[in-house]
């Protein structure tokens, strides 16, 4: 292909980025507002960072619920954009061939290729803004899996507790592959919540005896006693059942 020939074609392709694609509806999901929702991103200069993608047609409201900072560019539109990234390439290599030519050649080949190539650098632009876009949806998605992660773990823990039951990897120490660390942890944090939650009146009875089992199964932790360690942390976490919240 001559370089008439690569031009056109290239600026052919730029132009499909004015045609807004039609998308494709997500697959089913949990709406519900459950779990620890995902720290989508915000502010003016987020707000700056993605003005222009909407009017792309790269990035809509494809759930509905009125923001546009959950969602990832549309993957036709971010395909256009990189076909395009293409022969902008080439156009990129096109001006360093032309300081070969003798002068005041090389200064009008320059000129022409970096005309050709101004829409395509606003096209390299936007690939930059779809992929921060992307970046930021997917880190509050992690974070979002990672906190859900361990609230549904902390909720398994505690299942376990309010029977008392006496599961042997609850009960072992992680030096060996159990997890008595974390009952004892995820106890002793819902006894600050409850502390803090106190914080305008004098501790109650039940709190203070949940305070004193998990000083009696830290005791007996130490001492190796795991079995007597987890009851210590179970009896007091019952405490905690019946303050009254
Ligand atoms: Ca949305």
Request: hydrophobic share 45%.
């Amino acid at each position: 292909m001559n370089t008439r020939g690569l031009v056109a074609s290239a600026v052919g392709v730029a132009l499909l980025l004015t045609v807004v694609l039609p998308l494709t509806a997500g697959a089913a999901s949990e709406q519900a507002a459950v779990g620890f929702p995902p720290p989508f991103p915000s502010g003016t200069s987020y707000d700056a960072l993605i003005a222009t993608l909407p009017g792309f047609g790269l990035l809509l409201d494809t759930n509905g619920d009125g923001k546009l900072n959950d969602e990832y560019c549309d993957t036709n539109g971010e395909a256009n954009l990189a076909l395009v990234a293409g022969p902008y390439a080439v156009i990129q290599a096109g001006e360093l061939a032309c300081h070969a030519i003798p002068e005041p050649g090389d200064d009008l080949c320059a000129a022409a290729l970096v005309a050709v190539a101004v829409p395509f650098q606003a096209n390299a632009i936007v690939i930059t803004q779809c992929g921060l876009q992307d970046g930021f949806v997917d880190k509050a998605q992690v974070r979002a899996s990672f906190e859900n992660t361990k609230h549904a773990i902390a909720s398994g823990l505690e299942r376990n507790l309010l029977n008392c039951n006496l599961v042997v990897s609850l009960r072992l120490p992680q030096s060996v592959g159990g997890r008595a660390e974390e009952v004892r942890d995820l106890f002793a944090f819902r006894i600050d919540q409850f502390e803090n939650a106190h914080q305008a009146a004098p501790a109650p009875l039940r709190l203070s005896k949940a305070k004193i089992q998990l000083t009696n199964g830290d005791a007996d932790f130490a001492a190796m006693k795991y079995r007597k360690a987890y009851e210590h942390w179970c009896l007091g976490y019952q405490y905690l059942l019946g303050d009254g919240f």
